[in-house]
């Protein structure tokens, strides 16, 4: 299915991104193969296929059934987990405020 330049532009506004000519020429390419990979794969016929709702065969909840122990494990100190932060103060990092005010 060939995707537009067009397309890509409108996709990119609504995800607030700025395409330089060459990215939506890339893009466009992109995501036609993909749609053509959609395609593809909504002609593989599925009516023997038993539906699942989870991807565990399980008579209970993923949730309930946990996969594995939750076991403690060696965890960073303090000062390896702030080391790489380009901001931290003595015992947090610092952040920029996200939260306009009025």
């Known amino acids: 299915m060939k995707i537009s330049e067009a397309e890509v532009a409108y996709v990119a506004k609504l995800a607030h991104l700025e395409l330089r000519p060459d990215e939506t020429l890339q893009f466009t ?6 749609l053509d990979h959609i395609a593809a794969l909504s002609e593989v016929s ?14 209970a909840t993923v949730l309930s059934t946990p996969l594995r122990e939750d076991v403690c494990g060696p965890s960073f100190s303090m000062n390896q987990a702030l080391s790489n932060a380009p901001e931290r ?13 009025r």
């Open 46 to 59: 599925t009516g023997t296929a038993t539906p699942m709702s989870q991807v565990v065969e399980s008579p």
């Open 89 to 101: 103060g003595e015992q947090y990092f610092k952040v920029p405020k996200v939260i306009a005010g």
């Open 29 to 34: 390419s992109q995501l036609s193969h993909i």
